[in-house]
């Protein structure tokens, strides 16, 4: 009985220094080294989407549609008499608006409206990664004109089609600058780099090169510009010993 009573004594004291040096194994404050690094790629783009649009009016719906129609025909002939596909050319539904004239008297009294005719609009897309030959048909289109056609372009969009591919080495890069500069912060420190606890991937920009654009917290993603910059920052955090 004695015996037992000993060794139980013994077991509580030793679960009491084991016990006792976890806490103080957990509590112990963990040296680490936090940096961010950043990976940038220039790159133009591959892809260019461009959008424009033309109309027509007539008090009769009939006549508007149909010259409308003739319109379109002579738009398609143009863009495919400049080597794009006529599979490419993308025509958008007709959108039709009755057009009204506002009524007021000579004292500036509402006296209502009148009817003045119809307007009908269609807008066309192409979509292309032949980016300088639509970048052109874009700037010369205006060329429509001369034939009656009231023809409005709109600034192309640019895009990149392996961007996915893009980020991943982007990544890699700004993992490595992050690693490289906690290397030097504990060179620096008389420290030594222990194993990565974590790591945390920034916000993915997209600006056009050389347009002073400003990032943005939500991540920005120009179009408007051809050639562009990618960037994404990595924030590593690393064990210090």
Do not use: C
Request: charged share 20%; glycine share 6%.
């Amino acid at each position: 009985m004695k015996a037992s009573s000993i060794i139980f004594s013994l077991a509580i004291v030793l679960s009491s220094i084991v016990l006792g040096h976890a806490v103080i194994n957990r509590n112990r404050p963990q040296g680490t080294i936090n940096e961010t690094g950043l990976g940038e790629s220039n790159f133009t783009s591959d892809l260019i989407v461009w959008e424009g649009n033309f109309s027509r009016e007539s008090k009769d719906l009939q006549t508007a549609y149909s010259n409308l129609e003739r319109d379109r025909e002579s738009v398609t002939s143009y863009l495919v008499s400049k080597g794009i596909p006529k599979e490419q050319l993308v025509f958008n539904a007709v959108i039709t608006n009755p057009q009204y004239q506002q009524n007021y008297s000579n004292d500036g009294r509402y006296m209502g409206q009148t009817f003045t005719g119809y307007q009908l609009s269609q807008s066309l897309q192409i979509e292309s990664k032949e980016v300088e030959k639509v970048e052109k048909i874009s700037r010369e289109i205006t060329e429509l004109l001369n034939q009656g056609i009231a023809f409005y372009s709109q600034q192309p969009r640019y895009y990149y089609t392996e961007l996915e591919s893009l980020k991943l080495e982007m990544i890699a890069k700004a993992t490595e600058d992050a690693r490289i500069r906690a290397e030097r912060i504990a060179e620096n420190s008389e420290a030594k780099l222990g194993d990565l606890i974590s790591a945390n991937m920034g916000v993915f920009q997209i600006t056009g090169q050389n347009s002073g654009e400003d990032y943005s917290w939500g991540g920005a993603f120009n179009t408007s510009s051809k050639n562009k910059t990618a960037s994404i920052t990595m924030k590593l955090v690393f064990e210090s010993n």
